[in-house]
């Protein structure tokens, strides 16, 4: 971890080692390939076990309940962003669509050096490596709420619901 001084704004930048990233999603069941792209690391998942989904469910079906409750990790299904975390996920597309058991996460490495994580903790690679863990058990086990529509589908729960109505 550095500080550095651009423009005036005093950045954090992290450098996460690729083989504990890759370790983490490994633990927690997931198979990984890693690609280092400008100012993050995008880490392609896909499932160890395909007879057991994401976790990745909308948060606004009420079938839903039971796992909104408990869920730790919440999505802008705008943006893709999880809410208070330097992460980012999109769906992983093959010919428009959507593969249910793919998941892209992307880790920002440069972050404001007045960044604090939930519970006002400062970010540091360490801290980073805990969170991005309880993320990918969370996806295989308490579940992920996508809330609102956008970029981001949920990949568990009421397929039918997620579907735009035909006229």
């Known amino acids: 971890m550095h500080y550095v001084e651009a423009r005036g704004r005093r950045l954090v930048t ?26 993050q690391i995008v ?7 395909s007879l057991e989904p ?6 606004a079906d009420p079938a839903n309940l039971g796992w909104f409750s408990r869920c730790q990790f919440y999505v802008d299904g705008l943006s893709g962003r999880v809410l208070q975390t330097p ?14 058991d793919r998941l892209q996460v992307s880790l920002s490495t440069e972050l404001p050096a007045t960044y604090l994580l939930p519970g006002k903790q400062s970010v540091s690679e360490q801290v980073v490596y805990s969170l991005l863990f309880n993320f990918l ?8 709420a996508v809330c609102g529509r956008g970029s981001v589908e949920p990949l ?7 579907q735009p109505r035909r006229r």
């Open 14 to 39: 992290l450098e996460p080692d690729h083989a504990t990233l890759c370790s983490l999603s490994e633990q927690a069941g997931f198979a990984c390939v890693l690609e280092d792209r400008d100012r």
């Open 43 to 49: 880490l392609d998942l896909s499932l160890n076990n």
């Open 54 to 59: 994401f976790v990745l469910f909308d948060a």
């Open 87 to 100: 992460l980012t996920i999109s769906n992983s597309r093959v010919s428009g669509r959507v593969q249910p």
């Open 137 to 144: 058990t969370a996806l295989r086990e308490n579940g992920v």
């Open 156 to 162: 568990t729960g009421n397929r039918s619901v997620l």
